[in-house]
Nanobody, 125 residues
Framework: QVQLVESGGGLVQAGGSLRLSCAASGRTLSSYAMGWFRQAPGKEREFVAAIIWSGGNTYYADSVKGRFTISRDNAKNTVYLQMNSLKPEDTAVYYC??????????????????WGQGTQVTVSS
């Protein structure tokens, strides 16, 4: 079992920044990769970014490339999502997820076994 707890969401003006954190506990060593997804009202959950624990390779959705950065702190079992130049269309509930089975592609939610409860990000115009 892996438990995930997100934090760092909130209300920010367009152009501003937020950093989300995802603290993992439990059988974290079994995780292959971590991902961030988001879901806006009335829309399906979509991929945002992913990182492989061991090698640190990162992957981004085109819509956030150049603005968001995913990183991890292995010692703290924590994954971060630094979000800069935020836009109103970034408004959503953001979820972190753990891929413990090594499935690919990392952009699909179905390869992630465990999910956090989500944190709300609201960007005002």
């Amino acid at each position: 079992q892996v438990q995930l707890v997100e934090s760092g969401g909130g209300l920010v003006q367009a152009g501003g920044s937020l950093r989300l954190s995802c603290a993992a506990s439990g059988r974290t060593l079994s995780s292959y990769a971590m991902g961030w997804f988001r879901q806006a009202p009335g829309k399906e959950r979509e991929f945002v970014a992913a990182i492989i624990w061991s090698g640190g390779n990162t992957y981004y959705a085109d819509s956030v490339k150049g603005r968001f950065t995913i990183s991890r702190d292995n010692a703290k079992n924590t994954v971060y999502l630094q979000m800069n130049s935020l836009k109103p269309e970034d408004t959503a509930v953001y979820y972190c997820a753990a891929n413990t089975v090594g499935g690919t592609p990392l952009q699909t939610q179905y390869v992630y076994t465990y999910w956090g409860q989500g944190t709300q990000v609201t960007v005002s115009s």
